[in-house]
């Protein structure tokens, strides 16, 4: 006969001061980051199943963090799907009283930011009603920032491409503005690595083509890549391999936020594109 699940308590129950960071089984970890994946590609349903997944598979009172970001993703099915102006706000209101808890950061998670959409997201459908959620601005939707712990053969793999010579002359090309050989040479050093080093060597990649895509005026594929490059590295923002990668995101979502507002307009290219990318000398050393 299995035991009953524990009683679920509630966020005010918990003792802020003792929580401790769930242990993540490999299997957890992946289906996690899978449903980071869907989250932040607007598959909030999706994301939403991958996370009970891991949910049920707990019993430890932190459990209610999954509770919260699952709530967060049906509030945002709720908006898109079906656009429940009742259905948004009470699921809302149950993801920030559990997330609330967790901040500013959980399992690789930056919370703080969610609140924030969240709190935005609530004036915006309490400013619409229910007759104007056709009129929500999506834009208000979240990406979650989400790293990976780290794993210590990616801090050496990662270490080893910035500091080839193919890297190098990637980087020599892409700060000299010439993003398309930049992307081509780059693509070379992604096919020949396997598994998160291949994923972290594509973020290279497409931050250049996006930059590229800029340059051709062509807006809309530079955002789809420029948020593509954004969400893989925030996944490695804890990497330390030369590359300031806490830097090079931010200087991805300004170049982001500039396309953004640009409504096609490409005469503010400057303030559109990553224009530099450092590599620190003297990297070799190991993480603390």
Request: glycine share 4%; with cysteine; charged share 25%.
């Amino acid at each position: 006969m299995t035991s009953e699940r524990p009683r679920k308590k509630k966020p005010e129950e918990l003792d802020r001061t003792q929580l401790k960071e769930i242990a993540m089984s490999p299997e957890d970890w992946e289906e996690f980051a899978h449903g980071v994946q869907l989250f932040n590609s607007g598959k909030f349903w999706n994301s939403h199943e991958a996370w009970e997944q891991v949910w049920i598979r707990h019993r430890e009172d932190e459990r209610l963090f999954f509770q919260g970001i699952i709530q967060l993703a049906a509030a945002y099915h709720q908006l898109v799907a079906k656009k429940s102006y009742r259905g948004l706000l009470n699921n809302f209101d149950k993801a920030y009283e559990k997330l609330e808890v967790f901040q500013p950061e959980y399992l690789g998670v930056n919370v703080t930011p969610l609140l924030k959409c969240i709190e935005q997201g609530k004036k915006e459908a309490e400013r619409l009603g229910q007759e104007g959620m056709d009129s929500f601005n999506f834009n208000l939707i979240p990406k979650l920032q989400f790293h990976k712990h780290l794993n210590p053969d990616l801090l050496v793999e990662a270490r080893s491409i910035v500091n080839s010579e193919q890297f190098i002359e990637g980087l020599r090309l892409f700060n000299q503005g010439y993003y398309w050989e930049a992307h081509e040479v780059w693509e070379e050093v992604w096919r020949n690595e396997d598994d998160e080093a291949k994923t972290f060597a594509q973020a290279f990649v497409q931050v250049a083509a996006a930059n590229n895509f800029v340059k051709s005026s062509k807006l809309t594929s530079a955002k789809y890549l420029f948020e593509k490059a954004l969400q893989k590295f925030y996944e490695f923002q804890n990497v330390k391999c030369g590359i300031e990668v806490h830097a090079l995101t931010h200087d991805i979502e300004s170049a982001l936020a500039g396309v953004q507002t640009a409504n096609g307009d490409p005469s503010h290219l400057k303030h559109m594109l990553v224009t530099t990318i450092n590599l620190q000398k003297n990297n070799q050393g190991t993480s603390e």
